[in-house]
C-alpha cells in the first residue's frame, strides 16, 4: 500500500504528528522562567516588566502582520529568537551571582526583554501554525500541548540543581522550532490541514472576547498570587488534569466535541477557586489556585481552538488575530500581577481586605458570561472585515435545511468557508464548471476544492457526498 492511500489515525502513520504538539517546550521555557525567576534574587516589579514586554511584542507583531506574511516562511528569524530565548535564561541564571546589585538588575531587565520579545514572536509561529488545521485536530494537539507543558515544568522545578534545570529549559526554544520545521514538512496536504488561504481583507475585532481574555487572566494572576514558590509549581497539576480529561473526552468523541463546553465548564471552577480564597483552612490557597489553574487551561484550549477555527475558515490573518488576543491575555495577567502587588490597599483593612477583592474577581467573571452567546460559536464572535458592520460575509443561499446541513458539515469535517460554499452548490446538482464561473475562479482550482471536500468528508466520489450529508441530522 502506497504511503497516499493509507488512512493514518490522528497521530499519523507511524506517530510523526506528534511533532505538532511542540509547542509545549515554548510554553515550558515561560514557566520555567517564571519560576526561576522567583527563587532568584531578582526585583520584585521584574515579572510585571516581563509580560508588560511580552504583551507589547503581542500587539507589535499584529500590528505589522500583513507585512512579515509569515513567520514559519521565516526559518532563520525563528533559529535566532530560539538562541536567543536560551542563552537570556542562562545569563539570568548565572547573573545571580553578581555581586553588584545595579548591573544585576540592569542586566536582569535587559534580559527580560529579549526574552519576552522573542517567546511571542515564536508562540505566534505555532499560532500560524495550528491555524491551518481542522478544529478537531487543533483541539487533541492544544490538550497534548499543555498536558506536556505542565509535567516538563514539574520535572524541571524539581531538579534540585538550579544551572542544570536552566541548561535544559535553556534547549527547549530551539527543540521546539526544529519541532515546528518538522511538523511544517509532515502535515502539509494532510486532509485535517487545507484550511482557507490568509485573505488580505483588513479585519477588525470587537473588544468583546478581549475583555473576557483580560478578566480570565487577571483571576487566574490574582489566585497564583496567594502562594509560595513550592506550590506554584505543585499546582501545575491542576492543569495536567484538565488537559488530560479534555483530551480523554475529545478522543471518545472525537467527531462530535463541542469546545464551548470547556467554556462552560471552566467559568464555575474558576468561580470555586475564588471562594476558596474566602475559606480559612490549611491548604486553601493551594486549592483555590489548583482550581484556578485547571479552569484557565480549560479555557485556553477554548479560546485558541475558536480562534484558530476562525483564521481556519475564514482567512483570517492568524498573526494579527492571536497577536492581538494574546496582548489582552497578557495585559490581564499584567493587571493580576500588579493588584497583588498592591500592598497600600491591602493594609487599608489589613487581611480582610483580601475577601472584598475576591468577591470582585467573582463578579468580574460572572459578568464576562454576558459576553459570549451561543450564535458567537457559529460565526466569527465579532471579527469581521473593517468595511464590514457584520458578520463575516458568506454566499449561502437557499433553503434553510440545505444551508444548515451543509454548515453541520463544514463544522464536522474541517471545511473552510469556501469548501462549505462549494458543497452547498454541490448538493444543488450544479456542475464544477458551472461552480467555477459563479465564483470567478478557475475550474482547476474548482477540481482541487472538489478533491479537498471529498477527502475531508471521507468518501470517493459526488454521490457518497450527497448520500453523506443529506443523512446528516439538523
Given at each position: ?20 504538539t511542540g ?14 525567576g ?5 526585583p ?35 533559529v ?5 530565548m ?25 534580559l527580560?526583554?529579549?526574552?519576552n520579545g ?24 492544544l ?5 506536556g ?13 538550579a544551572?542544570?534545570a ?20 509532515v ?18 475585532m ?21 502562594l ?6 505543585f499546582?501545575?497539576?491542576?492543569v ?12 471518545r468523541c472525537?467527531g ?15 468561580i470555586a ?6 475559606v ?14 485547571a479552569?484557565?487551561t480549560?479555557f ?19 498573526l ?19 493588584l ?6 491591602l ?14 474577581v467573582?463578579?468580574?467573571?460572572a ?10 460559536f ?5 471579527v ?12 449561502l ?8 446541513r451543509?454548515?453541520?458539515a ?5 471545511l473552510?468557508?469556501?469548501?462549505e ?15 467555477a464561473?459563479?465564483l ?10 472538489s ?24
Amino acid at each position: 500500500m502506497d504511503k497516499s492511500s493509507a488512512k493514518p489515525g490522528l497521530w499519523g502513520t507511524h506517530f510523526e504528528n506528534l511533532w505538532c504538539t511542540g509547542l509545549f517546550l515554548v510554553l515550558s521555557f515561560s514557566t520555567v522562567s517564571s519560576l526561576a525567576g522567583s527563587q532568584g534574587a531578582e526585583p520584585p516589579l521584574l515579572s510585571s516588566f516581563a509580560m508588560f514586554i511580552r504583551a507589547a511584542a503581542f500587539l507589535g507583531v499584529a500590528l505589522m502582520a500583513r507585512y512579515i506574511g509569515s513567520l514559519i516562511g521565516r526559518p532563520r528569524l525563528l533559529v535566532a529568537a530560539a538562541a536567543a530565548m536560551g542563552l537570556c535564561l542562562l545569563g539570568r541564571i548565572f547573573s545571580f551571582a553578581l555581586e553588584d546589585g545595579a548591573v544585576r538588575v540592569a542586566l536582569s531587565f535587559g534580559l527580560v526583554a529579549i526574552s519576552n520579545g522573542c517567546v511571542a514572536v515564536l508562540y505566534l509561529a505555532w499560532m500560524e501554525f495550528y491555524a491551518q488545521m481542522d478544529m478537531r485536530h487543533g483541539l487533541a494537539f492544544l490538550c497534548v500541548v499543555h498536558l506536556g507543558s505542565a509535567l516538563t515544568s514539574f520535572g524541571l522545578f524539581s531538579l534540585a540543581v538550579a544551572p542544570i534545570a536552566g541548561a535544559v529549559a535553556a534547549l527547549l526554544p530551539m527543540v521546539s522550532v526544529k519541532a515546528l520545521f518538522r511538523a511544517d514538512c509532515v502535515t502539509k496536504g494532510a486532509p485535517f490541514r487545507q484550511g482557507e488561504g490568509v485573505d488580505a481583507t483588513p479585519w477588525t475585532m470587537s473588544p468583546r472576547p478581549l475583555v473576557l481574555l483580560g478578566a480570565f487572566t487577571l483571576t487566574n494572576t490574582f489566585l497564583r498570587s496567594f502562594l509560595g514558590v513550592q506550590d506554584r509549581a505543585f499546582v501545575l497539576l491542576g492543569v495536567c488534569v484538565a488537559a488530560f480529561a479534555v483530551l480523554a473526552v475529545a478522543a471518545r468523541c472525537f467527531g462530535s466535541f463541542e469546545p464551548k463546553a470547556l467554556y462552560e465548564v471552566s467559568v464555575p471552577v474558576l468561580i470555586a477557586g475564588t471562594m476558596f480564597v474566602l475559606v480559612a483552612i490549611p491548604g486553601a490557597n493551594v486549592a483555590a489556585a489548583f482550581c484556578s489553574n485547571a479552569a484557565f487551561t480549560l479555557f485556553s484550549i477554548f479560546i485558541t481552538v475558536v480562534f484558530c477555527a476562525i483564521s481556519y475558515r475564514y482567512g483570517v490573518n492568524a498573526l494579527w488575530l492571536f497577536g492581538i488576543t494574546q496582548a489582552a491575555l497578557t495585559s490581564g495577567s499584567l493587571l493580576g500581577s500588579l493588584l497583588s502587588r498592591g500592598e497600600a490597599l491591602l493594609s487599608l483593612s489589613g487581611a480582610g481586605a483580601t475577601a472584598p477583592i475576591a468577591v470582585l474577581v467573582v463578579v468580574l467573571v460572572a459578568l464576562s458570561m454576558l459576553l459570549v452567546s451561543d450564535r458567537d460559536f457559529e460565526t466569527t464572535w465579532g471579527v469581521t472585515p473593517r468595511q464590514d458592520t457584520g458578520e463575516a460575509p458568506s454566499a449561502l443561499e437557499g433553503e434553510e435545511l440545505e444551508m444548515r446541513r451543509c454548515s453541520k458539515a463544514a463544522k464536522l469535517y474541517g471545511l473552510t468557508r469556501r469548501e462549505e460554499e462549494i458543497l452547498l452548490l454541490l448538493m444543488r446538482g450544479q456542475t464544477l464548471s458551472r461552480i467555477a464561473a459563479e465564483l470567478y475562479v478557475a475550474e482547476s482550482t474548482m477540481k482541487t476544492h472538489s478533491r479537498h471536500i471529498y477527502r475531508k468528508a471521507g468518501v470517493a466520489n459526488r454521490q457518497e457526498l450527497q448520500e453523506r450529508i443529506e443523512g446528516l441530522p439538523v
